[in-house]
């Protein structure tokens, strides 16, 4: 993955100090391995966008829609962005900020099932021997 430019970086941190309140209440509940022990990071510079989350283990992102996500364009950009993701081997999962207010715990259940089949897929196994 190529490395985030000083900006990209700057921008970076400001998000995680410019927190929406659906990132703030999610980030709660993945911060410090509390999500099944998997590791995620806040507004992660992942060239040329930032991640809401990121799990790296799992090459996993989190992200959370706000309104501007649901128009034609949103979408498209949206469409764009998660295919960018994809052929660099990251999976994306979106989330409304609807869905962090009105359904939290499937929220944290879908994120954690697909961290738990990444872990379970790579996992070393006779079948499927990783060298």
């Known amino acids: 993955m190529p490395r985030a ?3 990209q970086r700057d921008f970076a941190q400001h998000l995680r100090h410019d927190q929406t309140d659906c ?3 999610l980030w709660h ?3 410090n ?3 099944g022990g998997f590791k995620f990071r806040r ?3 992942c060239p040329p966008y930032v991640l809401d989350f990121y799990c790296a283990d799992c090459r996993l992102a989190v992200e959370l829609d706000g309104g501007q996500h649901y128009d ?3 979408r498209a950009k949206d469409r764009v962005r998660s295919e960018f993701l994809a052929s660099r081997g990251i999976r994306v999962i979106r989330f409304g900020n609807h869905d962090v207010l009105g359904n939290f715990e499937t929220v944290l259940e879908v994120i954690f099932e697909a961290c738990r089949e990444f872990a379970h897929s790579s ?3 006779a079948s ?3 060298t």
């Open 5 to 7: 430019t000083r900006d």
């Open 23 to 25: 990132e703030r209440r």
């Open 29 to 31: 509940h993945l911060r």
């Open 33 to 35: 391995r509390q999500l």
């Open 43 to 45: 507004q992660y510079p």
């Open 72 to 74: 034609d364009e949103g």
């Open 123 to 125: 996992a070393p196994s």
């Open 128 to 130: 499927n021997p990783r």
